[in-house]
């Protein structure tokens, strides 16, 4: 992979950083703004649902945000694009459908067939 390549990762991945603090940010204010007295027991379950569906989601982007950071520090100790398994270059076309990918195909596949016979 050349620099341009790596550099045009770094630069989605830091995308991606910043539309999930984003998201974060605005979850945040609109909890904190919602008043809490809602008399209508139907109003008050959606709203509750809602909420729990949100932080389901946010749950989500946290740790989606923690393969960000791994992959930006791989990017920084020259490792990114480098498979953790088997230490073969990862194909750019998987990169660029999941740049926080840390396992070629084949080891990503390998990986996810003993975590189904596992029955994870």
């Known amino acids: ?28 204010t609109e909890m904190t ?10 109003d008050r379950a959606t709203m509750e649902s809602d909420r729990s569906f949100e932080l ?5 982007e946290r740790k989606l945000m923690d393969k960000v950071d791994e992959a930006l520090a791989r990017i920084e100790e020259g490792t990114y694009g480098i498979c953790a398994g088997c ?15 840390k396992f070629c195909i084949d080891c990503k596949t390998r990986q996810e067939q003993r975590e189904k ?3 994870r």
């Open 33 to 42: 703004s919602q008043t809490g007295n809602i008399p209508d027991p139907n």
């Open 87 to 101: 230490g073969e270059e990862i194909a750019i076309k998987r990169l660029q459908a999941r740049p926080v990918a």
């Open 1 to 28: 992979m050349d620099e341009k390549e790596l550099q045009r990762f770094k630069e989605q991945l830091e995308a991606m950083k910043a539309e999930i603090n984003t998201d974060v940010e605005q979850t945040l």
């Open 117 to 119: 016979e596992q029955g």
């Open 56 to 60: 389901r989601i946010r749950g989500r």
